[in-house]
């Protein structure tokens, strides 16, 4: 029996009722089944396919082209999960045209129902157009993949008071441009968690601690079988699992009932 559509109503929702929100990315069908049947709220089809399926050093060789494919084959897999296209590297910041032509290919072609991307104040005014023009977005703050090279590489965020300053107020600011949800990656546990209580949208941690509305993971650390540099926030929920199904339905059930992420996951 298929589960009802997880909408962003639904998903304000579980924020006020106090319940944990589940997010993973995923890449093809097959394991877009599988998070379908955990009931996994949330699934990311993200860039970060270019490292964990393509082998790159980083997200940055991801295109629309790839991302739409991946998207088109996770949305058959899942059709009640809500489905997040993560806008790859140079598809959204060269114009507010340019985001908006790259994003309608996620909604029309792959039946996405919102798309990702990265930036603070300077995507405020990308956010608002696609927001006004019926494309949900989710932001994404503190660690931004796509500006590891301007960044100095994969650093927490948030650490250093205006640093942490910066980063609240582009949060209030993307709030204000309509995002429907906001990630936050690498950040303090004290950062995220003044975030989370100074705007209305929810807010999806990795590697932020346990105060935000809820949590997601990239799908191949969350197994164990990527073979990069695995980051101190990830948690390896094959051992004691029987299957990659189990491990997946064992991830949903710890951020639900708050044993994931634990104190070793996060950064003070």
């Known amino acids: 029996m298929a589960r009802e559509k997880v909408t962003i109503p639904y998903l304000y929702q579980k924020r006020a009722r106090g319940e944990k929100i589940t997010m993973l990315t995923c890449y093809d069908y097959p394991t877009a089944l599988l998070e379908e049947k955990a009931g996994v709220d949330i699934i990311l089809v993200g860039d970060s396919l270019a490292m964990t399926v393509l082998g790159h050093d980083n997200t940055l060789p991801a295109t629309m ?8 084959a996770v949305r058959r897999g899942a059709p009640g999960a809500f489905l997040v296209g993560d806008m790859p590297y140079m598809s959204y910041q060269v114009s507010k045209e340019e985001a908006i032509r790259n994003a309608g290919r996620f909604m029309a072609e792959a039946g996405c129902d919102a798309v990702k991307l990265e930036g603070g104040r300077v995507m405020e005014e990308t956010v608002r157009f696609l927001v006004e023009r019926g494309i949900p977005v989710c932001g994404h703050l503190g660690l931004l993949p796509q500006s590891v090279h301007q960044v100095g590489g994969w ?21 204000q441009a ?4 906001m990630v936050l990656e690498m950040t303090t546990r004290t950062l995220a968690r003044s975030i989370t209580a100074n705007i209305s949208a929810p807010t999806i941690g990795i590697g932020a601690g346990p ?58």
Do not use: T, W
């Open 65 to 72: 082209d790839v991302m739409v494919v991946h998207a088109q």
């Open 178 to 181: 309509g995002v429907g949800l």
């Open 211 to 268: 105060d935000c509305s809820g949590q997601v993971l990239v799908l191949y650390d969350m197994l164990g079988i990527y073979g990069g540099r695995v980051p101190r926030f990830v948690r390896n929920f094959m051992p004691g699992a029987d299957s990659i199904e189990a491990a997946v339905a064992a991830y949903v059930r710890a951020v639900k009932d708050g044993s994931f992420p634990a104190a070793e996951h996060g950064f003070d």
């Open 155 to 175: 650093r927490v965020q948030g650490r250093e008071e205006a640093e942490a300053a910066q980063l609240l107020a582009d949060a209030r600011i993307l709030d």
